[in-house]
């Protein structure tokens, strides 16, 4: 398997970053690097998000991450990150 980022997801990132920085630069810095890391458990295990049936017939998934929804999609061998916001974002 092979673990890409959509632009939109990698977005997602930088919009996150940009929001946390403003009142604590080094915990927002800690937080983007555990959500850029906590795809990676996907390469061993990808069917262990919960599947979203809305998106039937593709294979779109989500985790958990503390309290940031991590969205992606399975394609062959390669697991794409979508999206990923913050829980209590209105989506």
């Known amino acids: 398997m092979e673990l890409k980022w959509t632009s939109k997801g990698l977005s997602d990132l930088v919009r996150l970053y940009d929001f946390l920085s403003i009142v604590n630069k080094q915990s927002a810095a800690k937080t983007v690097q555990a959500l850029v890391s906590a795809p990676t458990s996907l390469l061993k295990h990808?069917?262990?998000?919960?599947?979203?049936?809305?998106?039937?017939?593709?294979?779109?998934?989500?985790?958990?991450?503390?309290?940031?929804?991590?969205?992606?999609?399975?394609?062959?061998?390669?697991?794409?990150?979508?999206?990923?916001?913050?829980?209590?974002?209105?989506?």
């Not at 017939?57 to 697991?79: A, N």
């Open 46 to 91: 990808p069917y262990m998000g919960e599947k979203l049936e809305v998106f039937k017939p593709r294979d779109v998934r989500r985790i958990l991450v503390g309290h940031y929804e991590i969205r992606y999609e399975i394609q062959q061998s390669t697991i794409y990150v979508l999206r990923l916001w913050h829980t209590r974002e209105e989506r």
